[in-house]
């Protein structure tokens, strides 16, 4: 696995770790769809939570939270209206968060913005 997919994984497991601490139950990571890939969905309640983790070694270039545009939200919303309909719950709540870390010095930061965006259809 080249470095920059263990890096991303490393802030996925980072990531999970942290929802789950924080009550959420895990159902399900790095789905496929045609259009796109969910890196964590999991369940808040009875809610289905959506969310993109986004790991940066910098601040950099915007830090993580710009490398969640109009575009990758646009992704996101079509693949989890594709998972919703594969599972057959078309009828759930749903919303999109993200997880923003940057690993400076080998020390994370993680920033969990809940309902980060609305649903995107265009």
Known sequence: MSGHLVF?????????SYLAGKGLALIDRNVRTPYGEIDLILLDGDV???TE?????TRSYGGPWAAVGREKRRRISR????????KGWQDRAARFDVV????????PSL?????????VMD
């Open 8 to 16: 991303g994984q490393q802030g996925e497991d980072l990531a999970a």
């Open 48 to 50: 289905v939570v959506f």
């Open 53 to 57: 983790v986004k790991a940066r070694s």
């Open 111 to 119: 920033d969990h913005l809940v309902d980060a965006f609305d649903l």
């Open 100 to 107: 923003a870390i940057v690993m400076e010095d080998s020390k």
């Open 79 to 86: 693949a989890a209206q594709a998972f919703l309909i594969k």
